[in-house]
């Protein structure tokens, strides 16, 4: 089977990224394929008005990590990340959000919610609470 790339970029949507819903724009998290040159973390946007494809930077200290672990959410009405750090049965969620949409500079880390490393932050509650989806289902035999 042949796959055809048409001009314009390319992006390579994270298989666990569930699109979240802020300013008119479905976002994924994303990023450039080693064939485009230098390899880029980036958040996806497609906006429902124009029906347009475009791209919302991520923070600086993120946007060039290969094997980035990063999940779009929506909290208290911004644009969110969490990052995903893992070391050994332990697991770090940097949160961050875009307190000015549109503005990669108005990128804030505001917590870092430590969990076990079988749990990963999927979004929050419209009161702020972190949800958790458990990682160890397993079905014994």
Excluded at 62 to 80: P, Y
Excluded at 92 to 111: I, P, Q, R
Excluded at 133 to 140: F, Y
Aim: no cysteine.
């Amino acid at each position: 089977m042949a796959l055809y790339y048409g001009p314009g970029p390319h992006y390579l949507i994270r298989y666990w990224s569930s699109p979240v819903f802020v300013s008119g724009a479905l976002h994924w998290s994303a990023n450039t394929p080693p064939r485009q040159g230098a390899f880029r973390n980036v958040i996806v946007s497609f906006n429902m008005k124009d029906e347009a494809f475009g791209e919302v930077g991520m923070p600086k200290s993120l946007q060039g990590l290969e094997g980035l672990n990063v999940t779009v959410a929506l909290l208290d009405g911004l644009l969110a990340l969490v990052h995903r750090n893992e070391d050994g049965y332990e697991a770090s969620h940097d949160v961050w959000v875009m307190k000015e949409y549109g503005v990669a500079e108005s990128w804030t880390k505001l917590f870092d919610v430590r969990i076990g490393a079988l749990d990963r932050v999927i979004g929050f509650t419209k009161s702020g609470e972190v949800l958790l989806e458990r990682l160890d289902m397993w079905i014994p035999l």
